[in-house]
């Protein structure tokens, strides 16, 4: 019989394409678990509504009761968690939700799924566990935990739960530790769509400090395919990487967005730096491609144009989500 898995934050940006990614790839089933946060949005799975393979389920992670109920009215094979609060600013300027969600939403996921004995539960992490690097070297799976924002410090924290469910209880539980996703269906509070939404609007491009740090992009299907790959394949108990070698400055993104949409450099504002800020990212993703045989399919170039493409066929989405709270937040925070 077909598996079903709970996916946990499927209406956010990854946990949608996820969801998607994995109806059209393989023949399980999916019940997706969200809280509809700001950044949660159901209209990323509008399309897969009618589909029998996929259920909605209104619920938050931090709450055990709702997650037993839910838990246990099927047989899961495995919990997913992509379920955070996600964006760094806003875990400089609001740290506790970030400790709340991320650290004891994890936590009561985790226990949900030891009492319902569910198979395999693979937790959704990030690089920036790791902290930062100067222009040279690169994250492996080794390399020491040095989380630098609240939002990374609650990610590792999360981390070290899971893997203490592991040691301490024999659970077979997964991570996964991804580079800058970029893609469809981003919240425009993150770089990339946040840039290509103000330029087709004529607005300033807020660009932090001098524009020289650098991220390790990935289009958004390929953490999907390496994600699905680590949840059949890893071992219990193991962290994987995942990146597609994309490292870029931030200028030469913002640069790339304006001269797709043919617009003005003056459209960038340098604006004052985020506190703590890390300088570079970059992902060493070699024992995923030679463990599990994963590749990325998309290049930077080819995925920020289709990217584009997205956003600029899909202006009703846009117009939502940049409407009403998020509107007024995004106007206070970078003062424009
Ligand atoms: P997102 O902010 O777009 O979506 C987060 C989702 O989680 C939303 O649907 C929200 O409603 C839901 N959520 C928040 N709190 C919840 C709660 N208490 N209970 C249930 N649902 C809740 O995030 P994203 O960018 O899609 O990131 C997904 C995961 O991937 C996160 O764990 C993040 O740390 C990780 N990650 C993101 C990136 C990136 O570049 N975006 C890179 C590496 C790892
Ligand atoms: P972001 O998308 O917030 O991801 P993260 O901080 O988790 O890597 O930011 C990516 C980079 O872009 C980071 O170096 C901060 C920078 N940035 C800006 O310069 N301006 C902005 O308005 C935002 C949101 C980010």
Not at 268 to 274: G, L
Request: charged share 20%.
């Amino acid at each position: 019989m077909a598996k079903t898995l709970l996916i946990c934050g499927g209406a956010g940006f990854i946990g949608s394409n996820f969801i998607r990614w994995l109806l059209a790839n393989s023949d399980v089933s999916v019940v997706n678990y969200d809280a509809l946060t700001y950044a949660g949005n159901l209209e990323n799975l509008s399309d897969l509504e009618s589909d029998p393979r996929y259920t909605f389920v209104h619920g938050d992670i931090r709450d055990a009761a709702a997650l037993n109920k839910t838990v246990g009215e099927q047989d899961f094979d495995g919990i997913i968690n992509f379920a955070a609060e996600t964006h760094v600013d806003r875990s400089i300027s609001g740290p506790a939700i970030f400790v709340d969600t991320n650290v004891s939403g994890t936590l009561a996921l985790l226990e949900c799924a030891r009492a319902h004995g569910i198979r395999r539960f693979l937790q959704i992490s990030t690089d920036e566990v790791y902290g930062t690097l100067g222009r040279d070297g690169t994250f492996t799976e080794h390399s020491q935990l040095r989380p630098n924002s609240p939002y990374a410090a609650s990610k590792t924290s999360a981390d070290l739960m899971v893997r203490a469910y592991h040691h301490t209880y024999g659970m077979d539980t997964v991570i996964t530790r991804c580079s800058n996703n970029y893609g469809p269906r981003q919240f425009p509070e993150k770089l990339i769509p946040l840039m290509i939404l103000n330029a087709l609007d004529d607005e300033p491009l807020p660009v932090y400090g001098d524009g020289e740090n650098v991220r390790d992009w990935i289009h958004v299907d390929d953490h999907c395919s390496a994600v699905w790959a680590v949840y059949c394949n890893a071992n219990a108990g193991e962290v994987y990487n995942i990146g597609a070698d994309g490292e870029q400055a931030n200028m030469d993104v913002v640069r790339a967005i304006l001269q797709i949409l043919g617009k003005s450099e003056r459209l960038i504002r340098f604006v004052a730096d985020r506190p703590g800020h890390d300088f570079r990212y970059s992902v060493d993703a070699s024992a995923l491609r030679s463990n599990l045989g994963w590749q990325p399919r998309h290049s930077f170039e080819a995925g920020l144009r289709s990217t584009i493409e997205w956003y600029r066929a899909n202006a009703d989405w846009c117009a939502h989500v940049r409407s009403g709270a998020y509107r007024e937040y995004y106007r206070q925070h970078y003062k424009l």
